[in-house]
């Protein structure tokens, strides 16, 4: 079975791939017992849609244009949510969010972002910040938050300026 950082940037069932995340999402919830309201839901399903980042006011549109009302500390509060229990992310460098490829595990991820084609895939990222918690440690710095994001290339963009 590919990764998914490898289904990220290949041709898949994406409609598939959607359902399976959105059903371990919804386990999650279920499990936590967390209530996924309609506009959170959603949310997460527009996060899914496509594997790219989405900005908050990229996701209150979709909201809008699915028949929620306008505003956005509706949609900021969906996405702050989904963050907060693991079932979404912040991509920090593109101030945007994307959904939890693994919700409900204890991970860390690193994000690959194409430059060109803006796809962005989780990958794992444990070795990365185990190295990066031992390069603070040795000149006595304590690591509270890391996002680890990479800017780069996709396999097919790299093909098609090649």
Do not use: W
């Amino acid at each position: 079975m590919k990764s998914d950082a490898t289904l990220a940037f290949s041709s898949h069932d994406h409609t598939a791939c959607r359902a399976e995340a959105l059903a371990r999402a919804e386990a999650v919830a279920e499990a936590q017992g967390l209530r996924l309201t309609p506009v959170r839901r959603r949310t997460l399903e527009i996060l899914l849609e496509a594997h790219q980042a989405l900005g908050a006011y990229d996701v209150l549109d979709r909201l809008v244009a699915d028949g929620f009302a306008r505003q956005p500390p509706v949609a900021y509060r969906a996405l702050e949510f989904l963050v907060d229990h693991g079932l979404a992310h912040r991509i920090r460098r593109l101030n945007a969010f994307a959904a939890c490829m693994h919700p409900g595990e204890v991970h860390q991820p690193a994000f690959l972002i194409c430059a060109a084609c803006n796809v962005l895939a989780e990958a794992p990222g444990t070795a990365v910040a185990e190295a990066m918690r031992a390069a603070a440690d040795q000149v006595g710095f304590r690591v509270d938050r890391m996002s680890i994001e990479a800017v780069g290339l996709c396999p097919a963009c790299r093909e098609e300026m090649a």
